[in-house]
């Protein structure tokens, strides 16, 4: 498997519900990083995993929250949702350091509408 | 806290003209990246930036980078339709490996 594939491609959920978003990324990507792009914005970084540790936060609340796996795969779990969580959640890995050189590669993106 | 700050916002032009896109960053950074996002899809690499004063080019895309004044350009050259999309730059601090995007430029190129 080659780049970064993300699961669900849609999702709605209601307020106040948790929901898993899923990413796939190929062997070798050991850092992951989770943005959150709200229509017409640009991605806000949430935080980024390397090694299944998580290493850095950007400015969200703990309900968001993280998981890496050994086979390079990944989720991002919201509690307790808001409508201001809705938006367009991209994933992002690489090998730590090559980011220098081919940037990052973005997954396609779970598109979540919160109602 | 770092600002990345992009303009315009909103870019309307002919095919074959010629437009430059301006991306500020308020803290220094030896890395900048464009990426293109057309609607509803996600983010394409188009450069990476290393070093002040490097340019690359790819296409009708050339982007530069000026670390000194903070600054990089996106300059399109002979535009074509298909290079209506959203564009926007980020900036990753040294060692951080975290993306602060801009607020992206939407071009829309008109036949």
């Known amino acids: 498997e080659t780049g970064v594939t993300q699961s669900p491609t849609h999702l709605i959920k209601t307020r106040g519900q948790q929901v898993t978003l899923r990413c796939s990324s190929q062997?070798?990507?050991?850092?992951v990083s989770w943005y959150q792009q709200a229509l017409g914005q640009g991605p806000q970084f949430i935080f980024q995993y390397y090694r299944e540790e998580e290493n850095g936060r950007g400015n969200f609340p703990p309900r968001f929250s993280g998981l890496q796996f050994p086979n390079y795969s990944s989720e991002l779990n919201v509690n307790a949702m808001e409508l201001d969580d809705s938006a367009l959640y991209l994933c992002a890995g690489g090998p730590k350091g090559a980011t220098m050189v081919y940037g990052y590669t973005f997954g396609s993106g779970t598109r979540l509408t919160v109602v | 806290e770092l600002k990345v700050e992009q303009n315009p916002l909103f870019l309307s032009m002919q095919e074959g003209k010629n437009y430059t896109i301006y991306c500020n960053y308020s803290?220094?950074?030896?890395?900048l990246y464009w990426y293109r996002q057309d609607p509803g899809k996600s983010l394409e690499s188009l450069f990476v930036l290393l070093s002040n004063g490097a340019v690359k080019q790819e296409g009708r895309l050339m982007a530069s980078l000026d670390t000194k004044a903070r600054l990089s350009t996106l300059h399109i050259t002979a535009a074509v339709h298909d290079l209506s999309a959203t564009y926007f730059c980020a900036v990753d601090i040294f060692g951080n490996e975290k993306l602060t995007f801009g607020t992206g430029t939407r071009l829309t190129i008109i036949p």
């Open positions: 803290t220094t950074s030896d890395r």
């Open positions: 062997s070798g990507h050991n850092t």
